[in-house]
């Protein structure tokens, strides 16, 4: 494996356990309907990210590979659009949404510079 397959790789594992640890955030949440609708919403776009980086590993072309590296960007900052909304309806786990938002603030980032490095 060359070294930069080694970092999609990386970058995959980071991208499934962000997702994971949505997961793990959304198992410890109060049982209510107000979570039950933020918890459907965060684990479909946090799955997504790392679904759609995926996908874009295996694009068919360059312009395939930016379309989805966009969608995971987008779903990326979706997930930090529930992040907050699961704070808002639950306080007491400002923590744990910091760290999560954080993670989420920095793929993004990650996701962005390689959109922007493979348009220049």
């Not at 970092?7 to 109060?30: H, N, Q, S, V």
């Not at 679904?51 to 966009?70: P, S």
């Not at 954080?102 to 793929?107: K, S, Y």
């Amino acid at each position: 494996m060359t070294k930069s397959t080694d970092k999609y790789r990386e970058f995959e594992t980071r991208t499934t356990d962000f997702a994971k640890r949505i997961i793990r955030l959304c198992r410890a949440l109060p049982k209510g309907i107000v979570n039950e609708k933020l918890i459907g919403q965060i684990v479909r776009s946090s799955g997504s990210v790392g679904a759609n980086y995926r996908e874009a590993n295996e694009a068919v072309g360059k312009k395939d590979f930016l379309y989805r590296l966009r969608i995971a960007r987008k779903e990326c900052k979706e997930t930090e659009h529930w992040l907050d909304l699961i704070l808002e309806a639950n306080p007491d786990f400002s923590e744990r949404t910091k760290d999560l938002y954080e993670e989420g603030r920095q793929i993004r980032n990650i996701l962005s510079a390689i959109i922007k490095k493979s348009t220049s």
